[in-house]
Each structure stands twice: as structure tokens, then as C-alpha cells.
């Protein structure tokens, strides 16, 4: 049986990057290895959108995330979270671990915190110095709107800064036209990469602010890594094996196009979001991201059961809900290196399973309007 890696990440990688990381181990501290960061450096500017610096890291996405979090905000200062999931508490737990007050502003699991809370926030807060958003909330699939909440942040003294980890090379995401301070990635989401990298961009305005006081940060100080990015190089030994086969991906991502990409995702949404209905599921996001969709679990089904059955009957390895959602959601990946036949498989797989479970499902109703959308009629 064919096993296909359908969860919100990590994603498959291309064969062409898995060859790249069959090859021997080299040196770090050469002029080849320096010419493949700058490439990656580059690269990851371009699916960010933005001119500003971009740092790499060697830890998970939760590594950039900390280093933006710490670095933009001094221990006692002020800052405002907005979460609706999972990962957006945990920036909120993370400022509170490094002494910080973070204010919280929330929205229901499934839903979206909108921006006019985020400027109700940030009027009563005026010293607040940072604002922190998860673009696409992977714990619920929700989706926040960086485009609008952008310019109120920029018009503040306080930072914008991002959790793009599910969202860089699958979203639109426009770091300098929609003013995101840092913007933080990992590799294993949508880069088409295996765990292990980490990316954040940094604007002018953070960088002023984080010379500007001592962050509470060794590793993950970002002026150490700043002061090595002229003939780039990184201040403690990168995972350059990663970074190496990182190109191999990026040249692809670039071949296609930061663009086509976004609309290939959006696409993609638009399928399985079409087959959720037809099967008589209803979607858990009231916002969607592009990137994944989550999927209600029909009361009186065990989801834990249904997401047993698609693995080991089928191969689709999807992914469930967290703590609260356990058993309630299924989160179904169409992110990086996932096409139209995978999503398809999946879908055609959950509705098969449906039928098992004795759900009153049509057979042939999920891929049917797949088609349709997929095909825009
Ligand atoms: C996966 C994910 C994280 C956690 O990233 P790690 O690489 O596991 O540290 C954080 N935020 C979002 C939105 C994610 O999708």
C-alpha cells in the first residue's frame, strides 16, 4: 500500500530534495556553503515578499517564533496576542515564560479574531510594543487577515510580527506591502522540506528595537545572526545539509511562481471544501486558510476511529484535532508538495470510510464535486 502524508505538516518532499539529502555531509565554513544560504536567504525573501533581512535558523518553527517574540519584546513590556487556536496560545504561554504581558485578544476555536478587536486592542493598550497574529491557525484551520491588520499596527509604535509557519508558500502573504514586522516560517510546512529549518524576516522597525535593548536570548539572539549576514553566514553551525537540499525545493517554488502557487492552493481549498459538502460534512473554519481544510466530525462518529480506518486501510495519513478537538475535526493538507490527485485521494478515501462506518454518504458525491470545483464549473 502506498502511504500518503496528507497532515498540515509536516508535508512530502519532492524526489529531487530527497536525492539532495542522500549526498555526503560536507564542510560548513566554505564559499559553497555560503553561496547556498544566500540562495536560500533569497529564496525564502521571495515567497515571503519582502526586501527585509531573513535570518535562518536551525530548530523547528517554535525556534523563529521565540526568536521573534523575545528579541521585539523586552522582558516587562507589553504586548498584545491574538489567538483563536492552539498555536496562537502558545505565543501567548511563551511571552508569559520570558516575563512579558501579554494581553490576550480572542475569538472562539473555528473562528477568525478580526481586526477591529486587534485596534480596540491596541487603543487600549498604547504602550503595548508588539502584536503578534498566527496567519493560518493550523489547529482549526482558520485564517486571520493580515492585509487589513497590517496597516493599523503600522500606524503604532508596536511591532507586527507573524506565525506564517502554514501560510509562507501557500498563502498570499505580502510581508512589506501588508507592513509585517517578522514573519516567521518552518521548513516542514509548505517549503517542501523535512523538519529542521527555520526562517524569520525582520523590518527595519524591529531591527531598530531589538539593538535598541539586551533581548533575554542566547541562540536565538537575532542581531548575532544579523551581523553575519553580509557574505552570509550563521554564528553557530547551520543544518547546511538541509539548507542544501531547501535550494532544490526553492528553485521549484520559484519556477513556479510565488503567485501560481497561492492560486494552485486557493484551488485546491476550493475542492475539498466543495466535496466536504457534497458528502454532508460541514467545514470547522468560518474562515478558512488555503492551506488545509478541517473538517467536522458528524456526532455519533469517533473521529479517532475514522482517522484509524484512513490509515490503515488506505494509507491517508491525515491529521485529527488537539486537545479540546480530539476526535472532533480531521485536518486534510493541500499545502506544498500535495496536488489535486492526493487531496482527491483523500477525499474519496474519507467518504469511503463514511460508508464503512455506516454514514449515509453517496459514493462518487466527494470526487464529483471535487471535479467541478477543481475545474471551476
Ligand atoms: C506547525 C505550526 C507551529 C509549530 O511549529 P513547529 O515547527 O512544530 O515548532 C506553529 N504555528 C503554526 C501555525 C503551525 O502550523
Known amino acids: 500500500m502506498k ?99 501579554s494581553v490576550p485578544v480572542t475569538a472562539p476555536y473555528g473562528k477568525a479574531v478580526s481586526p477591529q478587536q486587534i485596534e480596540a486592542a491596541l487603543k487600549a493598550h498604547p504602550d503595548a510594543v508588539a502584536v503578534c497574529v498566527v496567519h493560518s491557525e493550523t489547529s482549526t484551520g482558520v485564517k486571520h487577515d493580515l492585509a487589513a491588520i497590517g496597516p493599523l499596527v503600522a500606524k503604532t509604535q508596536a511591532l507586527f510580527i507573524v506565525d506564517a509557519i502554514s501560510s509562507a508558500g501557500a498563502l498570499e502573504l505580502r510581508t512589506d506591502a501588508w507592513n509585517l514586522d517578522l514573519v516567521a516560517t518552518g521548513s516542514q510546512k509548505a517549503l517542501r522540506m523535512p523538519p529542521g529549518l527555520a526562517f524569520v524576516s525582520v523590518s527595519p522597525k524591529a531591527w531598530q528595537r531589538i539593538e535598541s535593548h539586551r533581548p533575554a536570548a542566547f541562540y536565538f539572539d537575532l542581531s548575532r545572526y544579523r551581523a553575519k549576514l553580509k557574505d552570509p553566514d550563521t554564528p553557530f553551525t547551520p543544518a547546511h545539509t538541509l539548507l542544501r537540499a531547501l535550494q532544490i525545493s526553492l528553485r521549484r517554488i520559484r519556477a513556479e511562481g510565488i503567485e501560481n502557487i497561492w492560486n ?67 485536518r486534510l493538507a493541500h499545502m506544498g508538495y500535495i496536488d489535486f490527485f492526493d487531496v482527491l485521494a483523500a477525499l474519496v478515501g474519507l467518504e469511503c470510510v463514511l460508508a464503512e462506518m455506516g454514514h449515509p454518504v453517496r459514493l462518487g458525491s466527494a470526487a464529483a464535486a471535487a471535479q467541478q470545483a477543481w475545474l471551476g464549473t
Open 3 to 101: 502511504y500518503r502524508l496528507l497532515t498540515p505538516g509536516p508535508t512530502p518532499v519532492p524526489e529531487e530534495t530527497l536525492l539532495e539529502l542522500a549526498r555526503p555531509v560536507p564542510y560548513h565554513r566554505t564559499p559553497e556553503a555560503r553561496a547556498i544560504l544566500k540562495e536560500v536567504l533569497e529564496g525564502v525573501q521571495y515567497v515571503f515578499q519582502t526586501q527585509n533581512d531573513v535570518i535562518a535558523l536551525t530548530s523547528s518553527g517554535t525556534g523563529a517564533m521565540e526568536a521573534a517574540l523575545v528579541c521585539a519584546v523586552p522582558r516587562g513590556a507589553k504586548a498584545i496576542c491574538a489567538y483563536a487556536g492552539r498555536f496562537g496560545e502558545r505565543w501567548h504561554k511563551l511571552w508569559q515564560a520570558f516575563g512579558i504581558e
Open 264 to 330: 494552485n492552493c486557493a484551488r485546491l481549498a476550493r475542492a475539498a471544501r466543495a466535496a466536504v459538502h457534497a458528502m454532508g460534512l460541514e467545514l470547522f473554519a468560518e474562515v478558512p486558510a488555503e492551506g488545509l481544510t478541517a473538517i467536522k466530525v458528524p456526532d455519533g462518529l469517533d473521529g479517532v476511529e475514522l482517522l484509524q480506518r484512513l490509515e490503515k486501510k488506505y494509507g491517508l495519513k491525515l491529521a485529527g484535532g488537539q486537545d479540546h478537538l480530539k476526535g472532533k475535526i480531521v
